[in-house]
């Protein structure tokens, strides 16, 4: 049974940062399937906010929401099977529930839509303060 756990989230001023991991368990790996990071603000729809697919060996592709473009990384530990988010100059539009998903197919494809990822964490909450 697969399982996404998060880490990570709390309260930040603006201008802040945080970093929001994921471990990802339930597979002998996740290296090659794609993983990514989705938030959803009260009353707002989820988003995607970063995402990540397989290229070669320990390299990925990454796709980024423009919203983030410049602030937020998304790196993975295949090793570790952990995708993360390091979250800089964070803004109150920031605000939100972050999610970490995983995809059930092998693909190098970029996946930024949360119809096409499978497993979902539960959730951790970020809050930024003016």
């Known amino acids: 049974q697969v399982q996404l756990v998060e880490s990570g989230g709390g309260l930040v001023q603006a201008g802040g940062s945080l970093r929001l991991s994921c471990a990802a368990s339930?597979?002998?790996?996740?290296?090659?399937?794609?993983m990514g990071w989705f938030r959803q603000a009260p009353g707002k729809e989820q988003e995607s906010v970063a995402t990540?697919?397989?290229?070669?060996?320990?390299?990925?592709?990454?796709y980024y929401a423009d919203s983030v473009k410049g602030r937020f990384t998304i790196s993975r530990d295949p090793a570790k099977n952990t995708v993360s988010l390091q979250m800089n100059s964070l803004k109150p539009d920031d605000t939100a529930v972050y999610f970490c998903a995983a995809a059930n197919r092998r693909t190098k494809d970029l996946l930024s839509s949360r119809t096409e990822y499978d497993y979902w964490g539960q959730g951790t909450q970020v809050t930024v303060t003016v």
């Open positions: 339930g597979r002998t790996t996740f290296s090659t399937y794609p």
């Open positions: 990540t697919s397989w290229s070669s060996g320990r390299t990925y592709f990454a």
